[in-house]
C-alpha cells in the first residue's frame, strides 16, 4: 500500500522515515515534504501544499494512497479529516470539532473545567476592562494566551501584573496576533516541571508513546523567549510510573471519555502539554491535537511497532487489542536553528556536513531546502539530529558529536538539551 504524509517540518520527517519502515508499505509520499524526506529511501515528496485539501485528496485517489497521516495543526483545525472522510478516504487525524483541543484555548479550558480535569485556574476575555480587574485580583505571576492558533507563540508568562496588562491590551487590540488574540484567556501560573504526554486514540481508548520532554525556550537553562522548541529527549525521567499511572487516569482518559461524552469522538494523536509539580501532581497546560515537534523525532527513533498498522488500527476502533513497544534507549535530539529565531531570521545559507555518517544518531530535516546540490537554510528550525544511547549522557553526547561537524552561517543551538535528565542521571544512578 502507499501512504501520504501532509506536512514539510521535522515532525513529518520523522513519521515519514518511521511509517517508510513498514513491510506493509510500497512508497510514503510526503506533501510538500523536505530535502531529508525526498533522500529517505521509500519516501518521495509530492508538491502539494498542507492547505490545498482538494489537491492532497485526488493526489490520494490517484496513487493508491490507502492512509494519509497528518502532521500539522492548521490543516487539522481547518477540518482535513473530515474533507477526507467526505471522499471516502482514510485520514488518520482528529476532526475538526475534535482539533479545538488545540485551535482554541478557551474552548479546551471549558472542556477541562466541565470534566474536572486538573488544569490551572482561568478566565477567558475579550474585554480589556474586564481583563484589567481580573489580572489586578489575581497579581503576578500570571500568564496571557492568545485564544486561537498563534504558530506557539501566542503565551505570556509575565512577571509584572503591569507585564500582564501589556500583553492583554497587545493581543486584545490584534495587534499581536490578529484574530487569533481577539480572546484571551488568563491563567494561573503553574511551577513545575514541564512534560509532553502524547498518546494515540481511536476515540475511545488511547495508547501512550514513550514519555518525552522538550525544551521551548531558546536559551541555555530555558531561559529566553518562547519557541517552537528547541530540542527534545525520549523518556522523561520526571515522569514516573506513578505519575504515568495517575497522566493517564485523571488526564488522558477522562479526556477521551469527556470528548467522546460530548459526542465528538478524538481519534489522533493527542498531545497534552504538562505541568509536574513538586508534590508530583500533573495539570494540563495545553493540548495539541497532533504529534510534538520536536518530540516527534526523539520517540519515533524509540517506537520498534509498525507505525502505519498502529495508525490503521485507530482508524478501526481497535486500540484496545494493540500494544506498543519502544527501544530501552533514550533519544536526544538538538535543534539547529537560524540565528534570529523565534524572531526575524535570514534564510538561503548553504549548510555543510549534512552527508556524514555516525552510528547511533540520525538528523532529520525541517527548514531546509535544496539548490541542485546544495541545501540551503529555509526557516528557523532547520534541522533536528538525534542521538540514541544507554543513558541521557550517552545520547547526548553522541548528538552533539554529529552537530559539531555540520555547519552554516548563523547557525544556533542550545548546548544543554537533556540537561535536567543528566542531572537526574548523576544524581540518582
Ligand atoms: P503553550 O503554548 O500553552 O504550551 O505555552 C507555552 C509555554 O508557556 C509552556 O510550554 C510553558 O512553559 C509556559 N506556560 C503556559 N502556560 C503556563 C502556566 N499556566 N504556568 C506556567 N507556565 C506556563
Ligand atoms: N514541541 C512543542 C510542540 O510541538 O508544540
Known sequence: MNVLVVGAGGREHALAWKASQSTQVETVFVAPGNPGTAAESGCQNVDIRVDDFTALANFAVSNDVELTIVGPEGPL??????FFDARGLRCFAPSQQAAQLEGSKAFSKEFLSRHNIPTGRYETFSSLADAERYIHAEGAPIVI????????????????????????????????????????????????????????????????????????????????????????????????????QQIMATIIDPTIQGMDADGIRYQGFLYAGLMIDNEGVAKVIEFNCRFGDPEAQPVMMRLESDLVELCQRALDTELSTVEL?????????VVLASGGYPGDYKTGHEIRGLVQHMDGTKLFHAGTRADEARILTAGGRVLCVVGMGGSVGEAQARAYRRVEGIEWKDMFYRRDIGYRAVQRETVEP
Not at 483545525?77 to 473530515?82: E, H, L, M, Q, T
Not at 513497544?325 to 535530539?333: D, K, M, R, Y
Request: aromatic share 6%; no cysteine.
Open 77 to 82: 483545525v481547518a477540518g482535513i479529516r473530515d
Open 145 to 244: 494566551k492568545a485564544d486561537g492558533l498563534a504558530a506557539g507563540k501566542g503565551v505570556v508568562v509575565a512577571a509584572t501584573v503591569d507585564e500582564a496588562v501589556d500583553a492583554a491590551r497587545s493581543m486584545l487590540s490584534g495587534e499581536r496576533f490578529g484574530d487569533a488574540g481577539k480572546e484571551i484567556v488568563v491563567e494561573e501560573f503553574l511551577a513545575g516541571e514541564e512534560a509532553s504526554f502524547i498518546v494515540v486514540s481511536d476515540g475511545e481508548v488511547a495508547l501512550p508513546f514513550a514519555s518525552s520532554q522538550d525544551h521551548k525556550a531558546r536559551d541555555v537553562g530555558d531561559t529566553g523567549p518562547n519557541t517552537g522548541g528547541m530540542g527534545a529527549y525520549s523518556p522523561a525521567p520526571v515522569v514516573s510510573d506513578d505519575i504515568h
Open 325 to 333: 513497544s519502544f527501544s530501552e534507549e533514550v533519544a536526544l535530539g
